[in-house]
């Protein structure tokens, strides 16, 4: 017998208590209030939650013993939240005490796989080191796997990432990310993967309502407004670039608003003949928006974009 055994075991949960206690609630009021959309994602996230807390109950009771598996793959195009998603991911991990430390270590395979002979495994090894007591989130993990190379260093890599979430999944959470194809045909080349992993959750592409909304969000957390103009403009942008290649959902609304406060500087610099105030300061207005390449071609409302405009 060891001392675990001696100690007194709760024979009844407070499982409304416990959500409350350890600050799950409030990481799930903050992810249903900071992010717009992703229902399907939040709902998931709340059954983790509690399938977590649960567990940790069962486990204080001596129900069972086993460390869960945490492992999961987060699915989905660019910009729809994932890394974002992550992170309050680890933060609940941590709270749930199912990580000792709670931080987020996001790599590529450049991070883990080296250019020679030897490199790969001392590499990998550094990154998961550094990870121990937190999650390591792997984007665009099946770039890991290259069979047309028959000498990859990445299987190096995959081996050691395989031993690792076996032996260490009581200290170490590994989030697979990237889109849903490729992950679906790395977890089939890859069986070891798949099988350890507990939880997938698949990504939604935001719909054009959700994009204005965060484009709203975004701009005031950056501490500016749109004017009826500018809003107008960026409702027209969104259903544009959407069209276009590289489109990556929310990480477009930002690059996109990044380049209007570029352009809104300029033009105050240009336009302004007085003392500005902050209202002016902190406008985005409708030339600020429609300067962007995205509306060349002389396209308005009703005219079909010109082919090849970026
Ligand atoms: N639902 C959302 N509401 C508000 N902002 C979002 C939302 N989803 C993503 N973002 C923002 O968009 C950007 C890209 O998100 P990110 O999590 O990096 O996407 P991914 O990892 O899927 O490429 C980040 O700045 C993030 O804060
Ligand atoms: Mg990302």
Redesign the pocket.
């Known amino acids: 017998m060891n001392d675990q055994n001696d100690i007194e075991k709760p024979t009844t949960v407070d499982l409304a208590a416990a959500f409350e206690e350890s600050g799950v609630r409030d990481i799930l009021q903050e992810l249903d209030e900071t ?4 229902a399907p994602v939040k709902q998931r996230i709340r059954e983790t939650a509690a399938l977590l807390l649960v567990d940790r109950a069962r486990q204080q009771m001596g129900l069972s013993s086993e460390t869960p598996t945490l492992h999961m793959s987060f699915t ?1 195009n ?7 998603v992550a992170l309050k991911m680890a933060d609940l991990l941590h709270r749930l005490g199912y990580v000792r430390k709670g931080h987020l270590v996001t790599v590529t395979r450049d991070d883990l796989v080296g250019q020679y002979i030897g490199h790969t495994a001392p590499k990998t090894k550094e990154v998961l080191k550094k990870a121990m007591g937190g999650v390591l989130f792997i984007d665009e993990a099946y770039y890991l796997y290259r069979p047309e190379n028959e000498r990859d260093y990445g299987q190096e890599a995959i081996e050691i990432l395989l031993q690792v979430m076996e032996n260490n999944r009581d200290d170490l959470v590994v989030i697979m ?1 990237g889109y849903a194809d490729r992950m679906d045909r790395f977890f089939n080349a890859n069986p070891g993967f798949r099988s350890r992993m507990a939880h997938h959750i698949e ?1 939604p592409d935001y719909t054009d309502a959700e994009l204005d909304q ?1 484009a709203a ?2 701009l005031n957390g950056l501490g500016y407004r749109f004017d009826q103009g500018g809003e107008k403009a960026m409702a027209e942008y969104i259903r544009l670039r959407r069209a276009q290649p590289h489109f990556a959902n ?2 477009s609304v ?1 690059n996109a608003l990044d380049r209007a406060r570029l352009r809104q500087a300029n033009r105050l610099f240009n336009e302004a003949k007085g003392p500005l105030d902050a209202r002016a300061l902190s406008t985005i207005s409708e030339p600020d928006i429609r300067m962007s390449r995205v509306f060349q071609g002389g396209l308005d409302v009703d005219r079909k974009p010109v082919a090849g405009a970026a």
């Open positions: 992010m717009i959309g992703l989905g660019p910009g729809t939240g994932k890394t974002t990310a990504f965060i969000v975004m929310a990480r930002r």
